[in-house]
């Protein structure tokens, strides 16, 4: 027996395997400042713990709906409305362990062999993971440093063709925490609202911003019909091993993913959804602490990256990872971020781990406390001084 050849088309997320690393030198007794983590480094707030409690003593561990709870997705499908602007009910809402479903169920739902997708590159590796193993054809748009990582519209209109079948968006965007202005989604929608096909709106890190509030193009006319926003819980409420998510979707579509998560879960978690209903109507301002200290650090990691030498950086507009271009250095990416892991103890990503065109930069998560990213500038100064 041997694997079948989709196989050879999925990718893994890098950051696993630099993890995997990190814990061998620390099993040595090294010290590893951890950046290449994307994940919050705070609990789960304490009433979303105490509900998912109370929800395991309730009984709540049995087979839940498909599709989810009704009482979350009517819940979720009112956030929705009032943060996106846009009129939506529980049915269009599919709840799902993770958010990576509402990538890969949709894409197989709706992609042909010979469709193409047009994705962002540098980007999350699973968009071109998951398209290829859908049978289409990846597409890859180039993110511009210049612009603050978004898309260079020209390029954009141009890799545009009968073909296309889907748009992945992400703003705020990983790996890059860039953000998509709103009158740049105005104009995407305004090319692509014509031609059939569907936009999927990646917005999981939709509210961890520091200035300008990003915007869904599913709030423009005539976007919403054809559009997945797909967001969750797991970076705003610190609940990534919580593996909860969730895609608002077209009707018709919703109907389709429900097939293909009957065919593979089940049904998500009952009592993480229970606790996902009190993350969304319960109190907020433990997650709006976190979003203030992600600046905090923000500012002066970044403020510390572009005084190394052979580095510039882009202030993040959202997420939590900065994406210093490190070309001044005369190293590649993954040459870098090896070094810096084994010489330096300071655990980041090759930028070329997100696509061709992160070639050139690292992914470095400050999604750990302040203390520890000063002293991993310090530590990635003293390497570069001395080589």
Not at 21 to 39: D, K, P, S, T
Not at 41 to 47: G, K, L, M, R, S
Not at 231 to 238: L, M, N, T
Request: charged residues 25%; negative net charge.
């Amino acid at each position: 027996m041997k694997l079948a050849a989709r196989m050879d088309k999925i990718l893994v997320e890098t950051a696993f395997e630099v993890l995997v690393r990190a814990r061998e030198l620390e099993a040595q007794g090294r010290r590893v400042i951890h950046l290449e983590l994307g994940e919050p480094d705070f609990d789960t707030p304490a009433h979303i713990r105490e509900a998912a409690k109370k929800a395991l003593d309730e009984g709540w561990t049995h087979y839940g709906p498909t599709q989810g709870l009704p009482e979350l997705r009517e819940i979720i499908a009112r956030h929705v409305c009032e943060t996106r602007g846009i009129e939506v009910g529980p049915e269009h809402v599919c709840v799902t362990p993770g958010g990576k479903p509402i990538i890969f169920f949709p894409m197989l739902a709706l992609l042909e062999e010979g469709d193409e997708v047009i994705y962002p590159n540098p980007g999350f590796p699973i968009y071109e993971s998951m398209i290829g193993v859908c049978g289409a054809r990846p597409v890859p748009v180039p993110l511009v440093e210049e612009r603050g990582f978004s898309f260079d519209l020209n390029i954009l209109e141009d890799k545009l063709s009968d073909r296309t079948k889907m748009i992945v968006l992400n703003s705020p965007q990983n790996p890059t925490g860039g953000l998509i202005p709103k009158e740049e989604i105005a104009a995407i929608a305004d090319l692509v609202r014509d031609r059939d096909l569907i936009v999927l709106s990646d917005e999981i890190y939709s509210r961890i911003y520091y200035e300008e509030r990003p915007f869904s193009i599913a709030s423009l006319p005539g976007m919403q019909e054809k559009t997945i926003i797909l967001d969750g819980f797991s970076k705003i409420y610190a609940m990534t091993g919580w593996r909860i998510g969730y895609g608002v979707m077209p009707v018709w579509l919703a109907q389709a993913v429900n097939k293909l998560m009957v065919n593979s879960n089940s049904c998500t978690a009952s009592f993480t959804q229970r606790a996902a209903m009190a993350a969304l109507t319960g109190p907020q301002e433990e997650s709006e602490r976190m979003v203030a200290e992600f600046r905090r650090r923000r500012d002066a990691f970044v403020k510390g990256l572009n005084e190394l030498p052979g580095f510039r950086c882009n202030l993040p507009r959202g997420a939590f990872y900065a994406f210093p271009n490190i070309t001044g250095t005369g190293m590649g990416s993954k040459e870098l971020a090896d070094a810096l892991l084994n010489d330096a103890g300071v655990a980041g990503l090759s930028g070329a781990a997100f696509g061709a065109y992160g070639e050139g930069f690292l992914r470095l998560s400050y999604a750990n406390s302040y203390e520890n990213l000063m002293e991993a500038v310090e530590r990635i100064d003293n390497f570069l001084r001395s080589h």
